[in-house]
């Protein structure tokens, strides 16, 4: 494969650290993003996927761990200087297309924003034609430039947004759950975009969602989360093919498919943390089964997986 | 089957500072009794005004019955005075709403709620109220129901949320049950759950179901019958394997061929392009004309009649004409199409109509 371009290790963040109401969001998390992939990040409401992701993109703090960016630690103490140069490298596409433009200015300045910042405009002309571009790039035409966010449907809005996070020339770009709130119509074009500019740009994504479907169809690999744990992670056609931690296959037996003679004989499965039988000493951890899929399992457990494995 | 509620020829427009917004432009459907049917079709397609308008919900003065008639019970729903109406929302007919959040009142415990409709409509005292309320949360799974009835909304997980929120809805044993997108905010492994308890009580009080949902795999689920809404108009309807694998309208088409199945390779996503059609001057012809790669020279001057295709099933495209143009369908479509009997591509299979 390709080089690491992020490697997130033991990636901790907790809320209200200390207290009685400790939440342990994203509780020792491991892995890598490669340049040029997709990785997708998927699981329920609460697991920590979104936490994860502010957190690599220190929206956050985090509790403990690191992230490396192309080698260089995210969180290590830095300089207002060596921030700004690490925030253009790295970008975020929101959920809510409504809530993350600002309503009072134009779609000028929204996207220009970035621009200005970093000072990557020579002048004002500059700037304009860089916006115009950028519309461009994502669909739109230039005109949209003069209009506030009001003035757009929930697609164009997404599409703006994805602009904006353009505009400083990112090598990777965090999507979290950038097509939940759109129609089926539109989230089928969001998704194609991001794909082209993906191919054009060589861009890498960490795609957060939770429509199991979609997040096949845009990652080239997948991990899952539950409880704050990254419980499994291996290429996509091989997750969807062969889960192996009862989590992911209760996930899977979960996802509503467009044919009903599937859904009548679908038969669902429920996941009981309990089912694992723990025993006191017992030390997970991810574990590589095939190359390239790892499991959180005991020593036990990644036994009778190998076992299962070579009888099949 | 026993029809239990017709919608007529139905129109409704908003009056708005822009214009007249037409969010319903002549609806037909019948609803029969103990079926489910789903209603899909995209943001501003008119599903929610549709069903909103039957249980009478929209502002009075705003929105406005141009044209048709709501049949429940051999009286006119549009023609209601509100007293009348009030005795028939939350016994008769009941709906659940889409946020589980905002839909139950957060300084009330649950079980107040709950015996709400029942006092209401019953006459029935607090105590014969609360034992039934008791049974009902039983009824949607939820453990300890005693000590439950006194908690509020903010002790419960969304999906509980919607549990309560299903048991209110059916405290009266409503004759029909209007479930708006009810499991779009929930997580995948809780939407299923709540799907299942949805059908079982279905069979359990023999209820008749208006599910309205975007996501066609829900759909697939729970639908006997399925109406396909696009720019306040139904432009299919027919029974769940009809409209998934026959389906004639390209709309459906393109809402069949846009969603990735989770064996959907490499190539590039269907997406229909363009945006929903402006109801303040709703297109001339058929709405979806200017995004169908399928569109006929007449589908811009004239909308298109309802088409036979079986008893069950009609479509809403001058492509059923009989001097229609031959078309092939998009590649997902014909894969859908050859594993169904009467289709013009089946090829033999596993679908038993």
């Known amino acids: 494969m390709s080089e690491k371009l992020l490697e997130i290790r033991n990636l901790k963040q907790y809320f209200n650290q200390g207290k009685a109401n400790e939440v342990r969001a994203v509780d020792d998390i491991t892995f890598d993003i490669y340049k040029g992939e997709t990785l997708g990040l998927v699981g329920e409401s609460g697991c920590g996927k979104s936490t994860t992701g502010r957190t690599i993109i220190r929206l956050y703090n985090a509790t403990g761990g690191e992230v490396f960016f192309n080698g260089e630690d995210v969180h290590g103490k830095k300089s207002k200087k060596d921030l700004k140069k690490f925030n253009r490298k790295m970008q975020m596409i929101f959920q809510d297309p409504y809530a993350s433009l600002n309503p009072r200015m134009k779609v000028m300045d929204i996207i220009a924003e970035g621009i200005d910042i970093h000072g990557l405009a020579k002048n004002q002309t500059d700037r304009r034609e860089m916006v115009h571009d950028l519309l461009e790039t994502v669909g739109l035409s230039k005109e949209h430039a003069n209009r506030y966010p009001h003035e757009f449907s929930g697609g164009q809005r997404q599409r703006l947004g994805i602009a904006r996070a353009l505009a400083v020339d990112p090598e990777f770009i965090i999507a979290d759950e950038p097509i939940s709130a759109l129609d089926v119509s539109i989230q089928a074009q969001v998704v194609n975009l991001l794909k082209e500019l993906q191919e054009e740009k060589g861009l890498t994504y960490l795609f957060i969602a939770h429509d199991l479907s979609m997040v096949k169809y845009i990652s080239d690999r997948i991990g899952v989360m539950y409880f704050g744990k990254l419980v499994e992670l291996a290429p996509a056609d091989e997750l969807y093919k062969n889960p192996l931690h009862p989590y992911t296959q209760s996930l899977l037996s979960a996802i509503p498919l467009p044919d009903p003679d599937y859904e009548r004989n679908r038969v669902r499965k429920a996941y009981d943390p309990a089912s694992h039988n723990y025993e006191e000493g017992e030390e997970l951890s991810m574990r590589e089964v095939t190359p390239g899929h790892f499991v959180l399992c005991s020593e036990r457990e990644f036994k009778s997986i190998q076992q299962e494995m070579a009888t099949v | ?353």
């Open chain 2, 1 to 353: 089957m026993e029809k239990i509620l017709e919608v007529k020829d139905l129109e409704l427009s908003f009056n708005t500072f822009a214009g007249e917004v037409k969010a319903i432009r002549g609806v037909n459907f019948d609803l029969y009794k103990g079926e489910t049917l789903a209603i899909v079709g995209e943001s501003g397609s008119g599903k929610s005004v549709t069903t909103k308008s039957i249980m009478r919900l929209l502002p009075e003065n705003s929105a406005v019955f141009k044209n048709g008639e709501i049949l429940f019970d051999g009286r006119d729903l549009t023609k209601l005075k509100d007293k009348e109406m009030q005795k028939i929302r939350g016994k008769d007919i009941s709906m659940i709403f889409q946020d589980p959040m905002t839909s139950l009142n957060p300084t009330m415990p649950i079980g107040k709620q709950i015996t709400e409709p029942l006092l209401k409509h019953q006459k029935i005292g607090k105590a014969e109220a609360k034992r039934i309320a008791i049974d009902l949360l039983r009824m949607v799974g939820m453990p300890n129901p005693e000590q439950r009835m006194k908690q509020y909304p903010h002790q419960f997980s969304g999906g509980q949320r919607q549990r309560i929120v299903i048991a209110i809805a059916l405290a009266c044993n409503p004759k029909i049950l209007i479930a708006d997108e009810p499991t779009t905010a929930l997580d995948v492994t809780i939407q299923a759950q709540i799907l299942e308890l949805m059908k079982d009580l279905q069979k359990k009080i023999d209820t008749s179901i208006i599910f309205i949902t975007h996501d066609l795999g829900v759909v697939a689920n729970v639908a006997d019958r399925v109406a396909v809404m696009y720019g306040g108009k139904i432009v299919e309807i027919g029974t769940v394997d009809e409209i998934f694998y026959n389906p004639q309208h390209p709309y459906t088409w393109g809402l069949l061929s846009s969603m990735p199945s989770t064996d959907t390779d490499d190539e590039k996503l269907y997406a229909i392009p363009g945006t929903p059609p402006d109801l303040l001057s709703p297109p001339k012809g058929d709405a979806f004309a200017l995004r169908s790669d399928y569109a006929l020279a007449i589908d811009l001057e004239e909308p298109p009649p309802f088409f036979k295709v079986s008893d069950t099933h009609y479509a809403a495209t001058w492509l059923l004409h009989p001097d229609a143009p031959n078309v092939e369908p998009p590649g997902t479509i014909i894969e859908r199409m050859k594993s169904f009997p009467g289709s013009r591509y089946y090829e033999g299979g596993k679908v038993n109509v």
